[in-house]
């Protein structure tokens, strides 16, 4: 058997093992390259895992904001990375919608200890709740303002929420995040060792050598 129809076998079968690989009918370095790239952008982001938590939650409790669900996804992502309300607005582009920020993520059970930092005491704010007070009847009562009486009540009924849920869409976020985290660390970890062109070339040695 002569060296080209050699060589023609050697393509002929790494095509076969591509094919029962990827399940592509045919191969080109571009198509390689895209995938590769395609499967790192899979493991890096996990937007979606996220996005879904959010929907469910708007489902859910009704939730009421002006942000986006990708402004929302950046909200988790930058509150679990200890970002501040500030920050996270000027993150968004929006520096001066801090309060929005912190209206949006207490509604997704995302607390702060400095949510709780009443100027009275929240325990009497839940009694007078309870009772179906009205804001200006509890304004009246803390001597606080009807703005500062709706900020606490929020608070309140989101914890109440998270509370009867057992935190269950915190956990999941905090979930979301580390297999994104792993995925990427994965991601990371096989790119560095296998490249796609050492990859196929991997392939061609193995054809080579049978």
């Not at 029962?20 to 996990?46: L, Y």
């Not at 009772?131 to 608070?155: F, G, H, M, P, W």
């Not at 309140?156 to 269950?168: D, M, N, V, W, Y």
């Amino acid at each position: 058997m002569d060296g080209t129809n050699t060589d023609s076998e050697k393509v002929e079968q790494l095509t076969d093992i591509f094919h029962e690989i990827t399940g592509e009918s045919s191969t080109t370095e571009r198509q390689h390259e895209d995938r590769w790239a395609s499967v790192s952008a899979d493991n890096s982001d996990g937007n979606d895992a996220i996005r879904s938590i959010v929907r469910e939650m708007t489902d859910e409790y009704g939730i009421q904001t002006s942000l986006d669900e990708d402004e929302l996804v950046m909200v988790v992502r930058n509150y679990h990375a200890g970002g501040g309300d500030r920050e996270i607005a000027r993150t968004l582009g929006t520096p001066n919608r801090d309060k929005t920020i912190a209206r949006a993520r207490i509604s997704l059970h995302l607390f702060r200890d400095t949510d709780f930092d009443a100027p009275f005491e929240l325990s009497q704010l839940r009694e007078l709740l309870d009772q179906d007070a009205s804001n200006e009847e509890i304004a009246d009562t803390l001597s606080a303002s009807k703005s500062t009486v709706r900020a606490y009540a929020r608070v309140l009924t989101a914890e109440t929420e998270a509370e009867r849920a057992s935190h269950e869409y915190q956990s999941r976020f905090e979930q979301a995040l580390t297999d994104t985290e792993m995925d990427s660390d994965d991601t990371d970890q096989f790119s560095e060792t296998v490249s796609p062109t050492a990859y196929a070339s991997g392939l061609e040695d193995a054809v080579g050598s049978s």
